[in-house]
Each structure stands twice: as C-alpha cells, then as structure tokens.
C-alpha cells in the first residue's frame, strides 16, 4: 500500500508542514489566552519544563525516523551495486556456455539490465519491469535445465549456476527494499506529536504576552526541513534524494560494447 505522503509532491510536505506548526502554534497562543480570562491562575512553573520536555521528544523521535529511512536508502543503494556485480558475473561465466546457449543467455542479461533500469526512467513501469525480469529468470533457468544432463559434472557450468542463482536472489532482495518504507503509522504518530508540542509552545507564549517571531520561524524551518528529508529519504522512485544507478549504468555500457 502507498505511503499517505506519496499523495503530494516533496516540497508541498515542506510548505504544509510549515503552515500545520504555524497553525498549531497560533491555536495554543489563542488557548492560552482565553484560558488566562477564565481563570486567575498564573504561569505554571512546570510548564517550561513540560515545553522542553516535548520538544525533546519531538527531536528524539525525528532522530529515530531519520536513521529508519536512511537505513533503508543505504541498503538500496547498495543492493544497486551487489545487483551490477551479480549480472556481471553471471554474463561473464555465460560465455562458457555451448552455443546456442551462451549467446541466447548472454543477449537475455543485456534485456535483463535494460528492464532493470527502465524504472529509473519511468517509475510506472515498475511493475512491467518485474514481471519482464521474472520471465527472464525462468527463461535462463530453462537452459540451465536443457544443459544440466550434460554438463552436471562441469565446474564451469556450477559457476554459471551459482552466479544465476545469486542474480535472482539479489533480485528478490532489491524488489523487497524498494517496498520497505518506514510504516506511515510511524510518521503520523510523529507528526500530531510534533503538532502538539507545537500547540504546547503557543500556549506557553501566551502567558509572556508576547512571541519570537523569528525563533519560531527558524525552529518550524528546521522541523520542516527534517520531516521532509524523512519523506524524502523514504521514496525509492522520486524526490531530491536518488539512488545513483551509476553501477548498473556502467555494466550496460560494458555489455553493450
């Protein structure tokens, strides 16, 4: 299922965030001061300390967030380039193929780094470029069964087996971190919570009479900045923050030779 903020585009998350804090901020001042003409209590003096408090956690949580999403953008961009190494190998132990099978095997791993990258171009085609790969392994498997009678006790032919094996495998380890997202329960929680202390904050001015315009402004900057990062980091196929796929880039250029 979607992630709720792939609804909107990365700098619209960035300017709603910073109208969502400013509103909750404005609306805890507001209380705060109808809540000082119904009453005759003054400022509690736990209440900076519960204001601080909030914004700790708010921090803490945002910390936590960042190292899930750019844990994830890490593994992907390395699964880029064990994939790379993995098709590599196994076109290279291809040529060791009898014929027809080398040049039928070697010609399917050059399609193969095509459709792999055809979503890097055009993210809608990531489901195409699944099903393509899959047929591509059953067709490379195929051989694999049509020569394994006659070639069983050939090493060379174990290598290639290896190598094709360990090229599905990371293709299903690739297909699975583009699905890992960090869970959108997660980053809505994180979300009111921010909100709240937002609102804690506006409430807290209200008892001075008056509000740091350009504090606030730079302290909503930076919680903008750093959700939108969040998202950022957490969208495999768009956003500011790409895996490089120089990796598979190269081994194109290189088979296509």
Same mark, same amino acid.
């Given at each position: 299922?979607?992630?709720?903020?792939?609804?909107?585009?990365i700098?619209?998350?960035?300017?709603i965030?910073?109208?969502?804090?400013?509103?909750?901020?404005?609306?805890?001042?507001?209380?705060?001061?109808?809540?000082?003409?119904?009453?005759?209590?003054?400022?509690?003096?736990?209440l900076?300390?519960?204001?601080?408090?909030?914004?700790?956690?708010?921090?803490?949580?945002?910390?936590?967030?960042?190292?899930?999403?750019?844990?994830?953008?890490?593994?992907?961009?390395?699964?880029?380039?064990?994939?790379?190494?993995?098709?590599?190998?196994?076109?290279?132990?291809a040529?060791?193929?009898?014929?027809?099978?080398?040049?039928?095997?070697?010609?399917?791993?050059?399609?193969?780094?095509?459709?792999?990258?055809?979503p890097t171009?055009?993210?809608?085609?990531?489901?195409?470029?699944?099903?393509?790969?899959?047929?591509?392994?059953?067709?490379?498997?195929?051989?694999?069964?049509?020569?394994?009678?006659?070639?069983?006790?050939?090493?060379?032919?174990?290598?290639?087996?290896d190598?094709?094996n360990? !090229?599905?495998?990371?293709?299903?380890?690739?297909?699975?971190?583009?699905?890992?997202?960090?869970?959108?329960?997660?980053?809505?929680?994180?979300?009111?919570?921010?909100?709240?202390? !937002?609102?804690?904050?506006?409430?807290?001015?209200?008892?001075?009479?008056?509000?740091?315009?350009?504090?606030?402004?730079i302290?909503l900057?930076?919680?903008?900045?750093?959700?939108?990062l969040i998202?950022?980091?957490?969208?495999?196929?768009?956003?500011f923050?790409?895996?490089?796929?120089q990796?598979?880039?190269?081994?194109?250029?290189?088979?296509?030779?």
């Amino acid at each position: 299922m979607p992630n709720p903020y792939d609804l909107v585009p990365i700098w619209t998350v960035f300017l709603i965030t910073i109208a969502l804090a400013l509103l909750a901020s404005e609306l805890g001042y507001r209380l705060g001061t109808w809540w000082q003409k119904r009453t005759t209590q003054t400022k509690d003096p736990s209440l900076g300390a519960m204001v601080g408090a909030s914004l700790g956690l708010v921090a803490f949580l945002l910390a936590f967030v960042t190292g899930i999403s750019e844990g994830r953008y890490d593994r992907r961009r390395a699964l880029v380039l064990q994939e790379a190494n993995a098709i590599g190998t196994t076109e290279l132990r291809a040529r060791y193929l009898p014929k027809p099978f080398a040049g039928e095997s070697r010609a399917l791993l050059r399609e193969y780094v095509d459709v792999r990258l055809a979503p890097t171009v055009d993210p809608s085609t990531l489901n195409a470029s699944i099903i393509r790969s899959e047929q591509i392994h059953a067709e490379l498997w195929a051989d694999v069964q049509a020569l394994a009678p006659d070639l069983e006790s050939s090493p060379l032919f174990a290598l290639y087996v290896d190598a094709l094996n360990y !090229m599905i495998d990371t293709h299903g380890e690739r297909s699975a971190a583009v699905t890992a997202r960090v869970p959108a329960t997660l980053l809505i929680v994180v979300y009111i919570i921010a909100l709240l202390a !937002m609102t804690l904050v506006g409430f807290s001015n209200s008892y001075e009479q008056r509000r740091s315009g350009v504090a606030l402004i730079i302290f909503l900057l930076i919680f903008a900045t750093v959700f939108t990062l969040i998202i950022d980091l957490d969208r495999p196929s768009e956003g500011f923050l790409q895996v490089s796929q120089q990796p598979m880039l190269d081994l194109q250029k290189s088979l296509a030779k």
